[in-house]
């Protein structure tokens, strides 16, 4: 399966989204502080290796490694965009991406989501990108790609995206009866 041009950075930029930078050049890239979205995409169209073990740290005494088996299941091929996740609530875009990258570094941070991405063994050439919007729309948002992404994608999620939104699963459930 090719790319898919809709979830591209070159798509993403024209949607508004900037940055696309590795992580570890995150504390440098005047991330905004306020909410919003991010998406975190691999460039490299080639099958992915994963590492056996991840390198994030751990969150709770919860180990985030999972089985190379598992982490082959979750693969999305064709696809650049390997997570989305949104900046809401108490957290903005810098602070949240701070933990994320953190959480790939080994260090203590509030970040367990997307954690898939950090055994992949290209992990250092991820690029994330950010869109700025207000935290009533971040959630909305998040999920409209997630639901984007589902249906260019054969309703696959995204590799890192574990789970869909429950409130949209329910919507989906009420519209259904």
């Not at 950075?9 to 995150?26: I, M």
Request: charged letters at 25%; a negative charge.
């Amino acid at each position: 399966m090719s790319p898919t041009p809709e979830l591209t950075q070159r798509s993403l930029t024209a949607r508004g989204y900037c940055g696309f930078v590795p992580f570890r050049e995150l504390p440098g890239s005047n991330v905004p502080t306020g909410h919003g979205i991010y998406v975190v995409i691999r460039t490299d169209t080639s099958p992915p290796s994963f590492l056996r073990a991840s390198p994030a740290g751990h969150l709770k005494g919860r180990d985030p490694s999972v089985t190379v088996d598992k982490l082959g299941d979750a693969w999305v091929d064709g696809a650049s965009v390997v997570y989305f996740g949104k900046a809401a609530g108490q957290y903005g875009l810098n602070q949240r991406l701070a933990d994320y990258r953190r959480h790939g570094a080994g260090l203590l941070a509030g970040h367990w989501g997307g954690r898939y991405i950090w055994q992949l063994a290209d992990s250092n050439a991820l690029l994330v990108a950010w869109r700025p919007m207000t935290e009533d729309d971040a959630g909305e948002a998040e999920q409209d790609l997630i639901d984007e992404f589902k249906e260019l994608l054969g309703g696959a999620l995204p590799f890192a995206n574990l789970r869909n939104n429950a409130r949209r699963a329910q919507e989906t459930d009420t519209d259904i009866d």
